[in-house]
């Protein structure tokens, strides 16, 4: 079973930077999708930002320029480098991985319900 667990999270002004880290177990990297996922109260849980096998990356329209994902060389370990954030970044941020290849299709920032392994979340907070 994965197991996927988050950190980094915290409260930042508009314009700081953030770095999220996922620490991830028993995560088949050659051949699956892992990646980031956020949600607001009241809002359905949006992709971020996905790796589809080793290092094809693919991010939602709001993070490009902004945020880069990366898995950590030698380390079963995903981070996300979040720069120039602003007030509307608030969420809480998920990792998540699946073998779904339908999440494939979609460059492994959803749907939501293909991803069979979560992390707790960690909460990001920027102020204006």
């Known amino acids: 079973q994965v197991h996927l667990k988050e950190s980094g999270g915290g409260s930042v002004q508009a314009g700081g930077s953030l770095r999220l880290s996922c620490t991830a177990s028993n995560y088949a990297w050659n051949n699956g999708c892992i990646g980031w996922f956020r949600q607001v109260p009241g809002k359905e849980r949006e992709g971020v930002a996905g790796i589809l096998g080793r290092d094809s990356a693919t991010y939602a329209d709001f993070a490009k320029g902004r945020f880069t994902i990366s898995r950590d060389n030698g380390k079963t370990a995903l981070s996300l480098q979040m720069n120039n954030l602003k007030p509307e970044d608030t969420a809480m941020y998920f990792c998540?991985?699946?073998?779904?290849?339908?999440?494939?299709?979609?460059?492994?920032?959803?749907?939501?319900?293909?991803?069979?392994?979560w992390g707790q979340g960690t909460q990001v907070t920027v102020s204006s």
């Open positions: 998540a991985s699946t073998g779904s290849t339908v999440a494939r299709g979609f460059g492994c920032l959803g749907p939501v319900k293909e991803y069979t392994d």
